[in-house]
């Protein structure tokens, strides 16, 4: 449901930085769009620099809309969207709340190239409804986040994230939220920086739980991202230096990020980076990422929060569509990334029998891609997280009727489900036209009660019995199946 400004402005609001005043809907959410949480990091002075805080301005800043840091359009008539400034946040109340209302600060995705924190689909105004104050948190992406420079730090992106948690902290209870009952979670990209918060004890007392949707669990090490930043400069003839790459412009800089997106697809020169679907990850810089994000997750004790994860059955078919690449994998293709993934003899029969439809080799990688991007990483954080804290997890299953059916239970899909925001434009092209109500009151239902009580509504997980929450139109607790598949990645490094 899309809201309508009413005439009446939302209570002004005093921040550390100064007073912020947002609107109220029809429906009584008070909606900050647009505060500032961190100094404008494309200046000189502070470009692919940590974090800075904001600088304190006078009177009351108007905060009724908000846009995304500089990134690729999702299409060839959008080169360039979003624009340099001040990095910011948005924050969603039921306007008559009383009391510390818990807090739920999302991190959205987009493969650590793209991220909106005001698309329609992250409204939360259906979360504020039922008592929980929403934050959606913009971040810097792309070469501004996470091209790695020797004599600069990594994962600034990640920083971003961590400065808006402590923004939070700061700030919050002034909105009416309460700093000690904050919930993190995020999808894809966003899930994988919230599994890499996790495993960073410098994080600790910043968030009480978190929810990791889908998460990609890759990374780069020093070497990868110093090869990266070399083919990077070297598609625009410039110097591989910080001060060299400041004075390309953001549509040449945006462009060219898809450009080595597109490159490094070349199994033959890139070899397993070839299947991360993007040129630019999280970096294992001994700070943010001491080892690699999975094993911080392993090792560190000092994060060990009530925790819910989970995937959807066939996440990478998002990635296969609308160019009808699905239809154009061939058998060949299925032992060449298997080989890639170095993964046990017997896999390739193993997928076959477990696919969808062992007729057609494209559903067959969909589903080795599934297991290998998100779906194995959100399993082994269940297994290594429930031996040592409270842990949730669920798989989505509803088949989505968008692209003849084809796009089935797939990447991001489930995002306008948790959200409430089914209606939307933007949701309409991955779930369609009339998608079921009720799954979307249940799953929006669990994550409300998660950040509420602590429990989403669901036997937690075990390595013992494996309790799994299937999300469908009729949705079920059962058990993980699939133990010939998840055998084959038992000795995966993530």
């Not at 995705?109 to 991220?115: D, H, L, S, V």
């Not at 009480?208 to 090490?221: G, K």
């Not at 690449?325 to 017997?346: C, F, H, M, W, Y």
Request: net charge negative; glycine share 8%; hydrophobic share 40%.
């Amino acid at each position: 449901m899309e809201f309508l400004q009413c005439n009446a402005p939302a209570p002004v609001v005093d921040t550390e930085a100064g007073k912020v005043q947002g609107y109220c809907t029809d429906e009584g959410i008070s909606v900050y769009k647009g505060i500032p949480y961190v100094a404008n990091p494309f200046t000189p002075e502070r470009r692919f620099q940590s974090p800075q805080p904001m600088q304190p301005w006078q009177g009351i800043k108007v905060t009724v809309s908000d846009w995304p840091v500089p990134q690729p359009g999702r299409s060839p008539a959008q080169r360039l969207v979003g624009r340099a400034g001040d990095l910011t946040l948005n924050i969603w109340r039921p306007g008559n709340a009383e009391g510390k209302l818990p807090v739920m600060v999302w991190l959205p995705g987009g493969a650590w190239i793209r991220e909106d924190a005001t698309e329609s689909v992250y409204d939360g105004s259906v979360f504020a409804k039922k008592g929980v104050m929403v934050v959606t948190v913009n971040y810097r992406v792309g070469v501004d986040g996470f091209m790695h420079f020797a004599q600069r730090p990594d994962n600034r992106g990640i920083a971003d994230q961590i400065a808006a948690l402590k923004w939070v902290q700061h700030n919050i209870a002034n909105f009416g939220g309460d700093p000690d009952r904050v919930t993190l979670f995020g999808q894809s990209a966003g899930a994988g920086s919230v599994a890499i918060i996790l495993g960073n004890p410098e994080t600790k007392g910043l968030y009480q739980q978190a929810i990791i949707q889908s998460p990609p669990m890759q990374w780069l090490s020093p070497a990868e991202a110093t090869r990266i930043t070399r083919q990077f400069s070297d598609n625009l003839g410039i110097p591989a230096d910080p001060e060299a790459v400041a004075k390309v412009s953001f549509d040449d800089l945006v462009q060219n990020v898809l450009k080595v997106g597109e490159q490094i697809k070349d199994a033959t020169q890139w070899g397993r980076l070839s299947l991360g679907g993007t040129a630019f990850l999280p970096v294992a810089d001994s700070k943010i990422i001491v080892r690699s994000p999975m094993e911080d997750l392993v090792m560190n004790d000092s994060n060990r929060v009530p925790v819910i994860v989970g995937s959807t059955d066939s996440e990478y078919r998002l990635y296969l569509m609308p160019g009808s690449e699905l239809q154009k994998i061939t058998d060949k293709d299925l032992r060449a990334v298997i080989n890639e993934l170095s993964l046990p003899t017997g896999a390739f029969q193993a997928y076959i029998k477990n696919s969808i439809s062992a007729e057609n080799p494209g559903d067959v990688y969909a589903q080795i891609m599934s297991d290998y991007t998100f779906r194995m990483p959100a399993l082994y954080i269940a297994q290594i997280m429930s031996r040592n804290q409270n842990t949730w997890f669920y798989h989505f299953s509803w088949r989505s009727p968008a692209y003849n059916g084809l796009l089935g239970a797939a990447h991001f899909v489930d995002v306008p489900f948790t959200f409430g925001t089914l209606h939307t434009k933007e949701a309409e092209n991955f779930v369609g036209i009339n998608p079921p109500q009720s799954l979307s009151d249940s799953m929006n239902d669990a994550w409300v009660g998660f950040a509420k009580y602590g429990n989403p509504g669901w036997p937690k997980y075990s390595d013992k019995d494996k309790k799994t929450m299937f999300f469908d139109t009729k949705s079920y607790l059962g058990t993980l199946g699939d133990q010939q598949i998840t055998t084959l990645w038992e000795n995966f490094r993530f």
